[in-house]
């Protein structure tokens, strides 16, 4: 399928302003869509992403959106599908659920759920939405949740309603992107090394359970910072990016991130970016998102604006730069 771009946002009620402008630029320079992150004990993020993309839906024009993700066990799957089916209206069907476990405790506490078996309820919670975009009645009785005579009285725009991506990056969870799912979805913390390891796991399953991995989407989410030369995108990348990532994710002991240090703080930005964040001017950045792309066969590529201590101004700069030079660069890469 044609490789398709998206982008991430300004996040947060208290930018949507410039999160609107952001859809407006990314459809303006020829994007295909918007991804909405959740989470509710750090920030900026839309702790309702359901809410965000309704807000957002009337500013989309020709955009897709998507969730990149929402953390399903927090959610009642009854509600996810029913407002899952409006937000595809409201799109022309132009939605996608990007799901993932989670794995912060404060915000299963917040929600009074339980981190034990989360993967459990999740493929539970999956099965239901399933069964309503399918348009069934359901009687569900279930280790989780029991349902009777529960149906959706405005049915999703999408056959079966929008694709399923499936985050994690365990084994588990690759397993359930592959036998559940619809696509595996990557975050953007991980190297790109993990991600095309990772990605030969998920393939192998897919091929067991009889399907063909390449006829699925196969996103990839991509950590960037852009700017007219590279010296300058360096300095933002020490200045703003390095100290929000090491307290974002080194200190926090992030599963992916955590583990590579052993108590030294990364005083040298391209340590904590090597393989990880793209940094540079946009011939750097065209190159290296290319050799991704390339690498990977990739037809899903979103570009995280919202990038840890970035403001949304410096979100709007890079969005520019990125319109205007590296998009279509890449488009030009990809055209047969």
């Not at 209206?89 to 506490?109: C, I, K, P, Y």
């Not at 990605?199 to 910072?225: F, H, K, M, S």
């Amino acid at each position: 399928m044609p490789l398709k771009f998206g982008v991430i946002p300004a996040h947060g009620p208290a930018h949507l302003a410039e999160a609107i402008e952001h859809v407006r630029l990314a459809d303006e320079y020829g994007f295909d869509a918007i991804w909405i992150e959740e989470h509710h004990d750090v920030g900026p993020y839309w702790p309702t992403p359901l809410l965000a993309i309704a807000a957002l839906a009337p500013h989309l024009g020709s955009l897709a959106i998507g969730t990149a993700i929402l953390v399903l066990p927090l959610h009642d799957p009854v509600h996810v599908a029913e407002q899952g089916a409006i937000l595809d209206s409201l799109t022309g069907g132009r939605l996608v659920l990007g799901l993932g476990l989670g794995d912060s405790a404060e915000e299963f506490a917040a929600f009074r759920v339980p981190t034990e078996r989360r993967g459990t309820r999740a493929e539970e919670q999956i099965s239901i939405i399933r069964a309503l975009w399918r348009g069934e009645t359901l009687d569900h009785q279930g280790r989780f949740y029991e349902l009777q005579g529960v149906r959706l009285k405005t049915p999703p725009i999408q056959a079966g309603g929008p694709p399923i991506w499936i985050g994690g990056w365990g084994p588990r969870q690759l397993h359930r992107a592959a036998t559940i799912g619809d696509a595996w979805f990557p975050g953007p913390v991980g190297t790109f090394t993990e991600i095309v390891e990772r990605y030969a796991v998920y393939d192998e399953q897919v091929r067991e359970t009889g399907a063909n991995p390449e006829a699925r989407a196969r996103p990839l989410i991509r950590d960037v910072v852009v700017a007219p030369t590279e010296d300058r995108a360096w300095q933002i990348a020490s200045q703003t990016v390095l100290p929000s990532y090491y307290e974002t994710y080194v200190e926090s002991e992030h599963v992916l991130v955590g583990r590579e240090t052993s108590g030294a703080r990364i005083t040298d930005p391209r340590e904590l970016a090597a393989d990880r964040l793209i940094v540079g001017d946009p011939t750097v950045v065209t190159n290296e998102l290319a050799r991704c792309i390339r690498t990977l066969a990739c037809d899903h590529l979103v570009i995280r604006l919202k990038l840890p201590g970035v403001v949304p101004a410096r979100m709007t700069e890079m969005l520019h730069l990125l319109g205007r030079e590296v998009l279509p660069a890449l488009r030009q890469t990809e055209a047969p």
